[in-house]
């Protein structure tokens, strides 16, 4: 990656430089022409992986008050820069360029801590320059050569004549080499050869903001995919740039699950990388995938709580958890652990994928995998005897990554959205199971029944304004306070059979009550949902968990609304997240500062957020996608399209979707209806 001002020098400071493998190859790039600095005019991304610069320089002595040179700068991720002086004035232009170059060759991590080395003394090598550190050095290479090298002072220098009309360009590049041998090989950005692992969507709407958001947040994905050294093929999504550059199992599969109508590749690829890190187990498949109290003859080839209870009773951790850390969760709430998200997660993306068509093959082989997963939240929610708790703290789902005798020492909270994942993971394991010949999917489906009722029981909080779900519980009748977004996926009820989705853990006037308080500006601050309350005390506009916006739970709250019929207030939510995406030009950021919006006032940038960010540029895919309501249930060989009755984005045309690995095209008139232009033929068509 390279991150520089919007002037393209890159000065050292901050974050500025190329880097590779989480280390800053270059840190210094200054042009002077003349012995000047360029006037910046322009700096913009032409691609995710592509920036331009443009400025101007006047030849000294000049009367002209138009300048007459113009300074290109074209850069690419990958270390290379190519530098054009364009000549457009009425007689030759003779002076110097000179580019000062330097690194500290530091890493990621610790540039992001605020730490800043001196830079390296600088060597001369064949046109360019190279420094050498204790395990790595970096080299530039500039083509054509320099007339001088400066080692002391790091400077490549040209002295140039450019006549009337003409232009003259270097091209600069910038490599990374190790001074001891590699051992484990990282993973490494999609290889030459291997395709994008989603199709090419075309878009046409009424509302012009679309056709940009659409293909810049593809762009925006697209240079964030990875895929480890041995599994070239199986890409997944690094989590976001620059500060999480790297797989973060709950992000990489939130943008494989809002990509499905693009394909299944993404999805197939992430669950297998994240399947080969998944925490082994050492119970057999299918009894890991039955909930505790069923009989041994429900089980099959095991039982219940077999070795997997005798593993938590020596304190291990749970089988079939997806690795992941815990995360920050605003001054209101307790950590979360993104591993219990993930593993939930897990079994929600492969059911979901197997509805959009993954083959059956691929499911199949992932679904040992997603057995395992069932088992860690079995392993939650058995009350040690065989069955399930229904009272006490463990009546709902804490952290999966702790042992039964860590959390009776240590109680954890149980969070909103943590029992809504758990909610809908039991209901889609219970899908495959069933298809799958697998044992125990009744089983499943009746503790979700359970935890919908005790959900609905004391979850809920009645109060002055109607009444709202707890962001937590500590314990029986104990809510903690926190007013917050993460109630939005309460509304993300998943896809199931026959296009339709599963029933919610709110009954229908609790989600109406929700619907009425998410658009007030207590949450809706104009440009999305924020994350805490506007009421709290501890309410910060720019804490990523305290009063930011966060793209993708608004995106959430927007589709979950239309699709539970509140179309009114989901059109509102929809409306300023598509305003905020002009002003960062069609690039959602992860987040941004909840301020109040103020006519006139762009939303205000977040300093420490990611952009871009694996899923605000899936959720921006997912917000377009999903308002044309296409629900695929491929096993069945049936389609239904549903979309929003208002047309809140006016007359849509999607072409270049994906179900079954076919291509799908669909048009939503402006009254909201949709004609399926292209399908698979074998396909049941439905419509509203």
């Keep these: 990656m390279a991150a520089s001002g919007p002037d393209g020098q890159l000065r050292g400071q901050s974050l500025h430089g190329f880097y590779?493998?989480?280390?800053?190859?270059?840190?210094?790039?200054?042009?002077?022409?003349?012995?000047?600095?360029?006037l910046p005019l322009q700096g913009t991304l032409t691609s995710a992986a592509e920036a331009r610069f443009l400025g101007a320089v006047r030849i000294p002595g000049d009367l002209d008050p138009d300048p007459a040179l113009t300074v290109e700068r074209l850069r690419h991720a990958d270390g290379v820069e190519t530098i054009t002086v364009r000549n457009t004035g009425s007689r030759p232009a003779r002076l110097p360029l000179e580019i000062a170059l330097g690194t500290d060759l530091g890493q990621l991590s610790d540039i992001a801590a605020g730490q800043r080395s001196a830079d390296l003394p600088g060597q001369v090598q064949s046109a360019g320059l190279r420094w050498a550190g204790q395990s790595h050095s970096a080299t530039v290479t500039a083509r054509p050569s320099p007339h001088a090298v400066l080692a002391g002072a790091g400077v490549l220098r040209w002295d140039l004549e450019v006549q009337p009309g003409a232009r003259w360009s270097v091209e600069l590049r910038t490599e990374l080499e190790h001074s001891s041998p590699v051992g484990v090989r990282p993973p490494s950005g999609r290889g030459l050869g291997v395709p994008l692992p989603w199709s090419a969507p075309e878009v046409r709407c009424d509302d012009s903001r679309v056709e940009v958001l659409l293909p810049r947040s593809l762009d925006a994905l697209g240079g964030l995919l990875l895929a480890d050294a041995d599994r070239?093929?199986?890409?997944?999504?690094?989590?976001?740039?620059?500060?999480?550059?790297?797989?973060?199992?709950?992000?990489?599969?939130?943008?494989?699950?809002?990509?499905?109508?693009?394909?299944?590749?993404?999805?197939?690829?992430?669950?297998?990388?994240?399947?080969?890190?998944?925490?082994?187990?050492?119970?057999?498949?299918?009894?890991?995938?039955?909930?505790?109290?069923?009989?041994?003859?429900?089980?099959?080839?095991?039982?219940?709580?077999?070795?997997?209870?005798?593993?938590?009773?020596?304190?291990?951790?749970?089988?079939?958890?997806?690795?992941?850390?815990?995360?920050?969760?605003?001054?209101?709430?307790?950590?979360?652990?993104?591993?219990?998200?993930?593993?939930?997660?897990?079994?929600?993306?492969l059911a979901e994928a197997w509805r959009w068509g993954m083959p059956r093959s691929e499911v199949a082989d992932l679904l040992p995998a997603a057995e395992r997963a069932l088992a860690a939240l079995r392993s939650?929610?058995?009350?040690?005897?065989?069955?399930?708790?229904?009272?006490?703290?463990?009546?709902?789902?804490?952290?999966?990554?702790?042992?039964?005798?860590?959390?009776?020492?240590?109680?954890?909270?149980?969070r909103c959205e943590v029992q809504a994942q758990a909610h809908r993971a039991a209901l889609h394991g219970a899908e495959l199971l069933e298809a799958f010949g697998r044992r125990g999917a009744e089983e499943w489906r009746g503790w979700a029944a359970g935890l919908r009722e005790r959900f609905r029981e004391q979850f809920w909080i009645d109060d002055l304004s109607g009444g709202r779900p707890a962001a937590a519980l500590a314990g029986p009748g104990r809510p903690l306070p926190a007013v917050a977004s993460s109630f939005v996926h309460l509304l993300d009820l998943g896809l199931a059979a026959d296009g339709a989705h599963h029933e919610g853990l709110l009954d229908r006037e609790q989600t109406r009550i929700l619907a009425q308080r998410l658009v007030t500006p207590e949450f809706d601050c104009g440009w999305g949902l924020r994350t805490l309350s506007a009421?709290?005390?501890?309410?910060?506009?720019?804490?990523?968990?305290?009063?930011?916006?966060?793209?993708?739970?608004?995106?959430?709250?927007?589709?979950?609304?239309?699709?539970?019929?509140?179309?009114?207030?989901?059109?509102?939510?929809?409306?300023?997240?598509?305003?905020?995406?002009?002003?960062?030009?069609?690039?959602?950021?992860?987040?941004?500062?909840?301020?109040?919006?103020?006519?006139?006032?762009?939303?205000?940038?977040?300093?420490?957020?990611?952009?871009?960010?694996?899923?605000?540029?899936?959720?921006?895919?997912?917000?377009?996608?999903?308002?044309?309501?296409?629900?695929?249930?491929?096993?069945?060989?049936?389609?239904?399209?549903?979309?929003?009755?208002?047309?809140p984005l006016g007359e849509l045309q999607l072409s270049g979707l994906r179900v079954a690995g076919e291509p799908f095209s669909v048009r939503v008139s402006r009254i909201g209806v949709a004609v399926v232009e292209e399908a698979p033929p074998e396909l049941q068509l439905g419509a509203r």
Excluded at 242 to 260: I, K, M, Q, V, Y
Excluded at 264 to 276: C, I, S, V
Aim: hydrophobic letters at 40%; charged letters at 15%.
């Design 20 to 38: 590779r493998a989480g280390v800053r190859t270059l840190a210094r790039m200054e042009v002077r022409l003349g012995g000047i600095e360029p």
């Design 232 to 349: 070239p093929t199986d890409l997944y999504a690094a989590s976001g740039v620059p500060w999480r550059f790297g797989l973060t199992s709950a992000d990489a599969l939130w943008a494989a699950r809002l990509t499905l109508p693009l394909g299944t590749r993404l999805a197939g690829g992430t669950l297998r990388a994240l399947a080969r890190r998944q925490h082994p187990g050492g119970g057999s498949a299918p009894a890991s995938a039955t909930p505790a109290g069923a009989s041994a003859a429900t089980a099959g080839a095991g039982t219940a709580g077999g070795p997997t209870a005798t593993a938590q009773a020596a304190g291990s951790r749970p089988e079939g958890l997806i690795p992941g850390a815990l995360r920050h969760a605003g001054p209101e709430l307790p950590p979360s652990c993104t591993a219990t998200e993930a593993t939930l997660l897990f079994v929600t993306v």
């Design 380 to 414: 939650n929610v058995s009350d040690g005897s065989g069955g399930f708790a229904t009272d006490g703290p463990n009546s709902f789902v804490t952290d999966l990554g702790r042992s039964a005798e860590e959390r009776a020492a240590r109680p954890v909270a149980a």
């Design 535 to 647: 009421k709290s005390p501890r309410f910060n506009p720019l804490g990523h968990r305290s009063g930011a916006v966060r793209v993708h739970e608004t995106a959430l709250a927007v589709v979950g609304l239309a699709e539970a019929g509140f179309e009114r207030e989901a059109g509102a939510l929809l409306e300023g997240l598509l305003d905020a995406s002009t002003h960062f030009e069609g690039r959602l950021p992860e987040m941004y500062a909840g301020e109040q919006r103020v006519t006139g006032c762009p939303p205000v940038p977040h300093p420490a957020a990611c952009r871009p960010a694996a899923v605000s540029a899936a959720a921006a895919v997912h917000l377009v996608l999903a308002l044309a309501g296409v629900r695929p249930d491929i096993p069945a060989g049936r389609v239904l399209v549903r979309p929003a009755s208002t047309a």
